[in-house]
C-alpha cells in the first residue's frame, strides 16, 4: 500500500513530531509513504530524520483559537489548496491519504474526497472537525471534549498521541550529570519539571516563579524555548534553573519528581509513560481549557494558577497514588503507536 501524509505546521515540531510517527509505524507495517507540507515550511524536523516532501498549500486558521476572520481567510486559501492537494494525489496514485491536525487533517479530506481515496484524520480542533467529519473517518486527539464520551458516531473513534519508540529510553544518570552543571541544582532536593511544551509560555514562567517565592525546598527545572523573546527576561533564574530548548529531555523525564505543565499537548503523555506524577494549570495558552484530568483520571491533578502552589504540594501528598494512575496509561500509551497505524490501514483498506 501507499498513503500520503498531509501534515500542517511548518515541520519542525509538535504536529510534525505526531506525523512523524504516524509515517513510522506506517511503514514498519509495509505501507510507502509520502508526505506533504505547506510550500513555506522548512520541514527541518523530516529533513533531520531523512524525509523529503512535496510542496503543497497547507492553510492554517490558528487551530484551538482560530476566529472567524482568520476562519473566512483560510476558507478562501483552502479552495486553492484542495485543488493542489487533489492533483498531488492523483499524480502520487496513492492508496490512502491521512491527514495531521488542523489545515493538514482539512486539505487531506478535501483532496482525497475530490479523487475518491479513503482518508482518515487526526484531529483535535473546532474548524477540522468541522470539515472531516463529515468527508471521511476521524480519530479525535484528546484535548478535543468528544474524546471524554462513550458513544460517538460510526465515523469518529479515539486515539491518544503516537509516541517516540525511545520516549521511555532515558536514563536518569544523563540528565543528573547535566543538572550538576547549573550551580542552583542540589542532588538532595526533590526535583519539579515546569513546562508548557517546546514553546515556553509566559503563563508558565509565572508559575514557576510564583513556586520558586513560595519554597525552596525543590530544584525548580524549566524548558522550552520563549514564545516571545523578552520572556526571558522574566525569568527568576536566581531561584530557577531554566535549560532552555533540549536535545535530553527523555532523559530529564526519567529524573524528575513531578512535572508541572500545560493541560494540552503531546508531553503529557511522554512524562505520564515512565510515570511521573503530573499537574496540569489551565489557561495558560490563550485561556484554552482541556480538562486533561478528565482523560487521564487519576493520574493528573489539575489546578489554576491561583491555587497551583498548593497543588504542588498536594500532589506530592498523593504520590504513590498518582503513579499508579500513571502506570495504567502507560501501557497503553506505548502501544497506540502500532494500534494506529493498523487502524488506519483496515479502515482504508475496507474503503479502497
Known amino acids: ?167 521511555d529510553s532515558g536514563d536518569a544518570s544523563v540528565a543528573l550529570e547535566k543538572l550538576k552543571n547549573y550551580p542552583l541544582f542540589d542532588e538532595n532536593k526533590k526535583t519539579i519539571l515546569f513546562s508548557s511544551g517546546s514553546s515556553l509560555f509566559k503563563g508558565m514562567i509565572e508559575a514557576a516563579n510564583n513556586f520558586a517565592e513560595f519554597t525552596d525546598d525543590y530544584n525548580i527545572v524549566m524548558i522550552g524555548y520563549p514564545l516571545q523573546e523578552e520572556f526571558l527576561d522574566l525569568i527568576n533564574e536566581d531561584k530557577i534553573i531554566y535549560v532552555g530548548f533540549i536535545d535530553w529531555l527523555n532523559h530529564l523525564i526519567k529524573f524528575i519528581d513531578l512535572a508541572v505543565l500545560t493541560d494540552d499537548g503531546v508531553i503529557i503523555e511522554e512524562i505520564m509513560v515512565s510515570e511521573v506524577p503530573i499537574i496540569t494549570i489551565t489557561g495558560i495558552k490563550w485561556g484554552r481549557y482541556h480538562n486533561m484530568e478528565g482523560v487521564f483520571k487519576g493520574a493528573i491533578i489539575e489546578t489554576d494558577m491561583e491555587h497551583a502552589n498548593g497543588t504542588v504540594l498536594q500532589a506530592f501528598e498523593n504520590y504513590d497514588s498518582l503513579k499508579e494512575g500513571a502506570d495504567h496509561y502507560a501501557k497503553i500509551l506505548l502501544n497506540t503507536k502500532s494500534n494506529l497505524a493498523q487502524r488506519i490501514i483496515d479502515i482504508c483498506g475496507k474503503k479502497s
Do not use: Q
Open 1 to 167: 500500500m501507499k498513503g500520503l501524509v498531509v501534515v500542517t505546521g511548518r515541520g519542525l515540531g509538535g504536529d510534525a513530531v505526531v506525523a512523524l510517527n504516524v509515517i513510522e509505524a506506517l511503514e514498519e507495517k509495509g505501507v510507502e509513504c509520502e508526505i506533504a507540507l505547506d510550500k513555506e515550511a522548512p520541514g527541518l524536523l523530516f529533513e533531520k530524520h531523512g524525509y523529503s516532501w512535496h510542496k503543497i498549500t497547507v492553510p492554517m486558521a490558528g487551530g484551538h483559537v482560530a476566529t472567524k476572520a482568520s476562519s473566512a481567510k483560510a476558507a478562501l486559501r483552502t479552495l486553492a489548496a484542495a485543488l493542489k492537494a487533489r492533483n498531488l494525489i492523483k499524480k502520487l496514485d496513492v492508496d490512502f491519504v491521512v491527514g495531521v491536525i488542523g489545515g493538514g487533517s482539512v486539505i487531506a479530506s478535501l483532496g482525497a474526497k475530490l479523487n475518491r481515496k479513503p482518508c482518515v484524520t487526526l484531529c483535535c480542533t473546532p474548524l477540522d472537525m468541522l470539515v472531516c467529519t463529515r468527508l471521511n473517518h476521524t480519530m479525535i486527539l484528546p484535548e478535543y471534549y468528544m474524546f471524554k464520551e462513550d458513544v460517538l458516531p460510526k465515523n469518529i473513534s479515539k486515539t491518544f498521541y503516537p509516541l517516540d519508540d525511545d520516549v
